[in-house]
């Protein structure tokens, strides 16, 4: 079975410090993906990457970026210089065999 | 990019009425369908897997009886809540397969009074 722990519950930042939202995950398998979702007030959740399990390369979005280490199961994410849009749940998950075991959540707000 | 569609977005239904879900996809066709349910400041949990054409396979603790699950054609799949009670009340969400990750419909919050 998989498990992905969010530690971080609540978050609280000024706007433009940057923030990072810690993943971790457990596994047996070796091939699988990570994934980050955000989920703005409203509900939906919002796709942000995919990453495999073969592929450790960090990857940047404009003020998004992730960095990925097999060796110590993580997967974090990290904000620069935050918004207040950047306010929101934000969850990790692992996903193999058709399922997603999503962490709890990381509640992010970002204060202006 | 992908859409997926859920309706309604918010539900108050009385206890022991049931209550139909539906989830859309959009300009794309979704063979299989997932339904999550998430409580209060909690996790997505995996309900079941909507399979068009066949059967919806239930995750262990799911009354499959209860939450009844149609996936009749490519784009659309139906989550009913079969006499609803109040311990139903949560926030459910649909998702579809759509490279490169998965999309998720906006969830539907029910309110059982």
């Known amino acids: 079975a998989q498990k992905v722990t969010q530690a971080q519950t609540e978050i609280s930042v000024v706007e433009k410090e940057d923030v990072t939202l810690d993943c971790v995950y457990e596994?047996?398998?070796?091939?699988?993906?990570l994934f980050w979702y955000k989920q703005p007030p409203s509900g939906e959740l919002v796709f942000l990457i995919r990453?495999?399990?073969?592929?450790?390369q960090n990857e940047i979005s404009g003020r998004y970026s992730w960095n990925f280490q097999k060796s110590t199961s993580s997967f974090n994410f990290t904000i620069t210089a935050s918004q207040v849009v950047d306010s929101a749940v934000y969850f990790c998950?692992?996903?193999?065999?058709?399922?997603?075991?999503f962490g709890s959540g990381t509640k992010l707000n970002v204060k202006p | 990019g992908a859409v997926v569609s859920q309706h309604p977005s918010r539900v108050i239904c009385k206890s022991g009425t049931s209550v139909k879900i539906e989830c859309r996809s959009l300009?794309?066709?979704?063979?299989?369908m997932f339904w999550y349910r998430q409580f209060p400041k909690q996790s997505l949990m995996l309900m079941a897997t909507?399979?068009?054409?066949?059967?919806?396979?239930?995750e262990q603790g799911v009354e499959k009886d209860k939450f009844l699950i149609n996936h009749a054609s490519l784009t659309l799949s139906t989550l009913t809540v079969t006499s609803a009670h109040p311990e139903d009340s949560s926030f459910y969400i649909c998702?579809?397969?759509?490279?490169?990750?998965?999309?998720f419909g906006s969830g539907t919050r029910l309110t059982v009074v």
């Open positions: 998702s579809a397969r759509e490279e490169p990750g998965y999309t």
């Open positions: 596994t047996r398998d070796t091939t699988y993906y």
């Open positions: 990453r495999n399990s073969f592929d450790e």
């Open positions: 998950a692992s996903y193999n065999f058709n399922k997603f075991y």
């Open positions: 300009d794309f066709q979704a063979t299989t």
């Open positions: 909507s399979n068009e054409g066949s059967k919806a396979t239930y």
